[in-house]
């Protein structure tokens, strides 16, 4: 009789929690907005997972965003830290080197604001970005400045998801996907303008120009 409640029990747990997951998947589905100031936006759902190590999975008490290299004060920050500073705002699509695209509203750190704080050298002229899984990519320092070139905590006015890059994703404007590097964990300030990241190494243009395909 006992073994049958403890059973019963268990079952009913199971369920449970399953209900539980199933209300957290609605809540972001019903928070996930699909239209900003007029503009008509692509779904979480919509963006393809093409990481080369599959999902990173991120333990947000232990993450450190490192940025270091050709600085003069060189930082960790923690997650908290990171989401207390200034945030803007954009529409912006990304393009798959591969042909498919999704406009998402990105919300997220202007990099111009963590590079004032760590003072970077006149030598620098890169940017290398860093990932869990190995892999990197790189932008112009002046190119980054210009435009003024975010990492996004959020899309779609929702935390940004594990597939989609949590914590940190590069939105890469102007660049095809692959510049668009996720779980970002450290960012190095160099001189090194013909710096090859992980696609870049294998052919793919360093530049990564839309329309350049």
Same mark, same amino acid.
């Given at each position: 009789?006992?073994?049958?409640?403890?059973?019963?029990?268990?079952?009913? @747990?199971?369920?449970?929690?399953?209900?539980?997951?199933?209300?957290?998947? $609605?809540? +972001?589905?019903?928070? #996930? %907005?699909? &239209?900003?100031?007029?503009?008509?936006?692509?779904?979480?759902?919509?963006?393809?997972?093409?990481?080369?190590?599959?999902?990173?999975?991120?333990?947000?008490?232990?993450?450190?965003?490192?940025?270091?290299?050709?600085?003069?004060?060189?930082?960790?920050?923690?997650?908290?830290?990171?989401?207390?500073?200034?945030?803007?705002?954009?529409?912006?699509? @990304?393009?798959?080197?591969?042909?498919?695209?999704?406009?998402?509203?990105? $919300?997220? +750190?202007?990099?111009? #604001? %963590?590079? &004032?704080?760590?003072?970077?050298?006149?030598?620098?002229?890169?940017?290398?970005?860093?990932?869990?899984?190995?892999?990197?990519?790189?932008?112009?320092?002046?190119?980054?400045?210009?435009?003024?070139?975010?990492?996004?905590?959020?899309?779609?006015?929702?935390?940004?998801?594990?597939?989609?890059?949590?914590?940190?994703?590069?939105?890469?404007?102007?660049?095809?996907?692959?510049?668009?590097?996720?779980?970002?964990?450290?960012?190095?300030?160099?001189?090194?303008? #013909?710096?090859?990241?992980?696609?870049?190494?294998?052919?793919?243009?360093?530049?990564?120009?839309?329309?350049?395909?």
């Amino acid at each position: 009789m006992k073994s049958k409640l403890i059973i019963l029990l268990i079952t009913l @747990l199971l369920i449970f929690a399953f209900q539980i997951d199933l209300m957290a998947q $609605e809540d +972001i589905q019903e928070v #996930e %907005i699909n &239209e900003y100031e007029g503009e008509k936006l692509g779904s979480i759902e919509d963006f393809r997972e093409n990481s080369i190590k599959g999902i990173q999975d991120v333990e947000i008490e232990e993450y450190r965003l490192v940025v270091d290299g050709l600085v003069e004060n060189s930082k960790k920050y923690k997650y908290s830290t990171l989401l207390k500073k200034e945030h803007i705002k954009k529409v912006i699509t @990304l393009n798959c080197v591969t042909g498919w695209s999704v406009k998402a509203l990105w $919300e997220g +750190i202007p990099l111009k #604001e %963590i590079f &004032e704080e760590v003072n970077v050298k006149d030598k620098a002229n890169t940017v290398i970005f860093y990932s869990p899984d190995g892999y990197t990519t790189s932008l112009p320092l002046s190119f980054i400045i210009e435009n003024n070139i975010m990492i996004a905590d959020k899309v779609n006015d929702v935390q940004l998801p594990p597939r989609q890059g949590f914590p940190f994703q590069l939105i890469a404007e102007q660049k095809y996907g692959y510049k668009w590097i996720r779980w970002i964990n450290r960012i190095k300030l160099s001189s090194d303008s #013909e710096y090859l990241g992980y696609w870049e190494s294998k052919g793919y243009s360093n530049s990564a120009n839309l329309g350049e395909y």
